[in-house]
């Protein structure tokens, strides 16, 4: 079968891999679509070192049930899903004390790293069991790829607790940064403001109406209207979607004292920290990676029942064969792209 496979620093190349064939237990799957993910840009962008090359990425995908393995209510023909970075159970002790990574029941990611999973920029790929999910009647492709990259904001929006009467502060206008800013408006924050440097990204959160206010990254006075923009007070919540040092400490300028700051952006390399302004606003930093298998659930619910819309974020589609092209074009801070799916051929 034909696969994507990273090959060097910025470099896919299709090569002619095994089919998967199950073992009786894992489910195989027919890709169809798959979106391709920020994280996977990092493993791109990688692609020469031993953790990344090698690697079939595709870890947010609709496709047919192949070979239903050891799912007996599955059968050969189903549009399914796959919950593909399983942090924990959700349900398990460690779990339950948000300690995901020390979850007995907890299934390596797919599509991550050269040793992980192989992931869905293939033509089949293969899934535990446990980690299957029937795509719901009425769910496009498109909507069941995107449940992965939404149940992140998802339950860091949750765990923060945002609600009524919440000032909250995103920075990064991406998919992430998008998905949370929509999400605290959904668990009704009162103000939901921006800061983007990509005019294109930050715009069309403001025309979706996913916030209320946009600041323009590069304005020298940022922090000043930021803090105006809250009556002089600064945030309640500040959600850090870029993975960069200087919105990570703008962040805690333009927050109140003993506010909450997400920090879900991602950065291979180290970032400055400004120890001092944490210090004076007692700033409560916590860190987010994934989700627990009952949020994706939820969030699957949530869109099947069109009670929450991923549909705003879909940019176009794309094959296998010109991945390196769409990755530079993504890549690209100007880029006008959010979310690009690849397409299979269909039969
Ligand atoms: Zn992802
Ligand atoms: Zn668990």
């Given at each position: 079968?034909?696969?994507?496979?990273?090959?060097?620093?910025?470099?896919?190349?299709?090569?002619?891999?095994?089919?998967?064939?199950?073992?009786?237990?894992?489910?195989?799957?027919?890709?169809?679509?798959?979106?391709?993910?920020?994280?996977?840009?990092?493993?791109?962008?990688?692609?020469?070192?031993?953790?990344?090359?090698?690697?079939?990425?595709?870890?947010?995908?609709?496709?047919?049930?192949?070979?239903?393995?050891?799912?007996?209510?599955?059968?050969?023909?189903?549009?399914?899903?796959?919950?593909?970075?399983?942090?924990?159970?959700?349900?398990?002790?460690?779990?339950?004390?948000?300690?995901?990574?020390?979850?007995?029941?907890?299934?390596?990611?797919?599509?991550?790293?050269?040793?992980?999973?192989?992931?869905?920029?293939?033509e089949y790929f293969e899934a535990d069991p446990s980690l299957v999910r029937k795509i719901p009647d009425g769910m496009t492709n498109e909507e069941a790829a995107m449940i992965e990259p939404c149940a992140t904001p998802y339950s860091v929006v949750q765990?923060?607790?945002?609600?009524?009467?919440?000032?909250?502060?995103?920075?990064?206008?991406?998919?992430?940064?998008?998905?949370?800013?929509?999400?605290?408006?959904?668990?009704?924050?009162?103000?939901?403001?921006?800061?983007?440097?990509?005019?294109?990204?930050?715009?069309?959160?403001?025309?979706?109406?996913?916030?209320?206010?946009?600041?323009?990254?590069?304005?020298?006075?940022?922090?000043?209207?930021?803090?105006?923009?809250?009556?002089?007070?600064?945030?309640?919540?500040?959600?850090?979607?870029?993975?960069?040092?200087?919105?990570?400490?703008?962040?805690?300028?333009?927050?109140?004292?003993?506010?909450?700051?997400?920090?879900?952006?991602?950065?291979?390399?180290?970032?400055?920290?400004?120890?001092?302004?944490?210090?004076?606003?007692?700033?409560?930093?916590?860190?987010?990676?994934?989700?627990?298998?009952?949020?994706?659930?939820?969030?699957?619910?949530?869109?099947?029942?069109?009670?929450?819309?991923?549909?705003?974020?879909?940019?176009?589609?794309?094959?296998?064969?010109?991945?390196?092209?769409?990755?530079?074009?993504?890549?690209?801070?100007?880029?006008?792209?959010?979310?690009?799916?690849?397409?299979?051929?269909?039969?």
């Amino acid at each position: 079968m034909k696969a994507a496979v990273v090959a060097g620093a910025k470099n896919i190349e299709v090569q002619d891999i095994k089919k998967p064939v199950s073992d009786g237990k894992n489910v195989i799957i027919k890709t169809q679509t798959v979106g391709i993910c920020g994280g996977d840009i990092h493993v791109w962008e990688l692609g020469d070192t031993p953790t990344y090359k090698g690697t079939i990425m595709g870890h947010e995908h609709a496709g047919v049930v192949v070979d239903p393995g050891a799912r007996t209510d599955l059968k050969a023909g189903d549009r399914v899903t796959t919950i593909p970075v399983s942090v924990g159970c959700g349900v398990c002790p460690a779990c339950l004390e948000h300690r995901f990574d020390e979850c007995p029941n907890r299934i390596s990611g797919m599509g991550l790293s050269a040793a992980g999973l192989p992931g869905s920029y293939a033509e089949y790929f293969e899934a535990d069991p446990s980690l299957v999910r029937k795509i719901p009647d009425g769910m496009t492709n498109e909507e069941a790829a995107m449940i992965e990259p939404c149940a992140t904001p998802y339950s860091v929006v949750q765990d923060l607790g945002i609600k009524r009467g919440d000032k909250v502060l995103v920075f990064g206008g991406g998919i992430i940064g998008s998905f949370s800013a929509q999400w605290s408006k959904y668990f009704g924050a009162d103000y939901v403001a921006m800061v983007e440097v990509n005019e294109f990204r930050g715009k069309k959160n403001l025309d979706d109406g996913n916030i209320d206010e946009l600041f323009d990254g590069k304005d020298p006075e940022l922090l000043k209207k930021l803090l105006k923009a809250t009556g002089g007070k600064g945030f309640d919540y500040v959600l850090e979607c870029t993975g960069h040092g200087e919105p990570l400490n703008m962040a805690m300028m333009a927050s109140r004292m003993y506010a909450r700051i997400a920090i879900i952006g991602v950065s291979v390399k180290p970032v400055p920290f400004n120890n001092i302004v944490a210090l004076f606003k007692r700033a409560r930093l916590q860190a987010y990676l994934g989700y627990t298998n009952a949020q994706f659930d939820e969030v699957m619910n949530l869109i099947a029942a069109k009670k929450f819309d991923v549909s705003r974020h879909y940019s176009g589609d794309c094959s296998l064969e010109n991945l390196n092209t769409v990755f530079e074009e993504l890549h690209s801070p100007t880029s006008h792209k959010v979310k690009m799916m690849i397409q299979f051929p269909r039969d």
